[in-house]
């Protein structure tokens, strides 16, 4: 269970391919919850058997074979609660993956959300000017000046300069390469 964990965790965080093993992975994290619970009662019962076994022989000289006994009761006992802490550990690892996963896929949304707010603000004011120029005035500036299509043109495009100066100071503009840096 070990490596195909690995292999999930791998596949949860490739930012090419969307993780398509999400039954699997719930499936294998019900199954170490059930391997939780059967560890913790086994546990217990063992913990109740060597409990007995002490209180059977308390106060009476212990034989070797009760001994014995008693040694590999313990045995079982940490074989058990090493289980336990693997299980548990496992079940971390699972839940941080997805946590990661979760996380990255945020990151990347929030990455398109910049972009696409930066398109948006570079066309706004560009719509404005259309806006304003597009409406049925007889009288407007520049409407009737042989140079007023020229100087509009000039005008969306030192306001896109402006912008773009503007973004790029702030650090709107940067990408996700060289954020990793």
């Known amino acids: 269970m070990t490596t195909q964990l690995d ?9 090419r391919r969307p993780f398509k093993d999400w039954m699997a992975l719930l499936d294998a ?3 170490l919850r059930k391997l939780e619970n ?3 009662e ?7 058997l060597r409990d007995y076994f002490v209180d059977l022989n308390d106060g009476v000289e212990i034989s070797r074979a009760s001994d014995l006994l008693l040694v590999r009761i313990n045995d079982v006992m940490e074989h058990i609660t090493r289980v336990l802490n693997h299980a548990r550990r496992l079940e971390s690892s699972i839940e941080s993956a997805v946590q990661i996963h979760f996380s990255a896929v945020a990151h990347r949304t929030n990455e398109i959300m910049r972009t696409l707010t930066v398109i948006t603000a570079l066309f706004m004011p560009l719509t404005l000017i259309t806006g304003i120029f597009g409406m049925n005035f ?4 520049l409407l009737k000046n042989a140079l007023g299509f020229w100087l509009t043109m000039g005008s969306m495009a030192l306001v896109i300069v402006v912008m773009l100066v503007f973004f ?4 709107y503009l ?5 954020d990793r840096r």
């Open 7 to 15: 292999r999930w965790q791998r596949a949860l965080l490739d930012p």
């Open 29 to 31: 994290r019900i199954e």
């Open 38 to 40: 059967l560890c913790e």
């Open 42 to 48: 086994q546990h217990d019962a063992m913990q109740e």
């Open 138 to 141: 007889e009288v407007m500036p």
């Open 168 to 171: 790029q100071r702030r650090r």
């Open 174 to 178: 940067e990408s996700q390469a060289l």
